[in-house]
């Protein structure tokens, strides 16, 4: 199975700062068509897991533009440029390379 | 509006088999733009992919759950369902349904998720 490792594992931040999430997998996710099969997912609190990025730098309908993916092969970051208070969560890394689909640790995102 | 809703029994006893069902509204679940999958999540901790599957029958099952798990497509009902044999307590989880996004691989991203149902595996 391909392990994925995110740092840190809880992140306090203060409104209206960056903030920075790193996901590494223990083999590569780049594709032979040149795509990182690399999403991200926020679980805020009470709810399902949603989609915030995928194959590695797409933003999913919706999200807000102040987040973004960046990154290739193994290692992969998630940047917030402006936190705001409904960021909270759990932020999730999964790989779609490879059977078994496999997600991160997580990496908890709370207020200061 | 997409709705993925989950049910079926919230306990389950040591060796039995866990049984749900997700009931789709608002897509088909013919649509071969989509894989419909499952995760499962234990109490505090993170996530796990178990499989996930297209309405042509193609299937991709979790290596570690294969022998234990089926998941299969009713599109009549426009549902699709999970079974889980011989489960123990490590199997104690909350189980999301999901639709998954084809992208000539095994599906990215995850676009859209059920609000979970907690199973509790326990005699």
């Known amino acids: 199975d391909i392990v994925m490792t995110q740092s840190p594992l809880s992140l306090p931040v203060t409104p209206g700062e960056p903030a920075s999430i790193s996901c590494r997998s223990s083999q590569s996710l780049l594709h032979g068509n040149g795509i990182n099969y690399l999403d991200w997912y926020v679980q805020k609190p009470g709810q399902s897991p949603q989609v915030l990025i995928y194959?590695?730098?797409n933003r999913a309908s919706g999200v807000p533009d102040r987040f973004s993916g960046s990154g290739s092969g193994t290692d992969f970051t998630l940047k917030i440029t402006r936190v705001e208070a409904e960021d909270v969560g759990v932020y999730y890394c999964?790989?779609?390379?490879?059977?078994?689909?496999?997600f991160g640790g997580g990496t908890k995102v709370e207020i200061k | 509006q997409l709705h993925l809703q989950e049910s079926g029994p919230g306990l389950v006893k040591p060796s039995g088999t866990l049984s749900l069902t997700c009931t789709v509204s608002?897509?088909?679940?013919?649509?071969?733009?989509?894989?419909w999958g499952w995760i499962r999540q234990p109490p505090g901790k993170g996530l796990k992919w178990i499989g996930s599957m297209s309405y042509t029958g193609t299937t991709y099952y979790s290596p570690s759950l294969k022998s234990r798990v089926t998941i299969s497509l009713d599109t009549s009902k426009n549902q699709f369902s999970l079974k889980l044999n011989s489960v123990t307590a490590a199997d104690t989880a909350v189980y999301y349904c999901?639709?998954?996004?084809?992208?000539?691989?095994?599906?990215?991203?995850?676009?859209?998720w059920g609000r979970g149902t907690l199973v509790t595996v326990s005699s």
């Open positions: 194959l590695g730098s």
């Open positions: 999964m790989q779609a390379l490879q059977i078994p689909l496999t």
């Open positions: 608002g897509a088909s679940i013919g649509d071969s733009n989509y894989y």
């Open positions: 999901a639709r998954v996004v084809v992208d000539g691989g095994y599906g990215s991203p995850i676009n859209h």
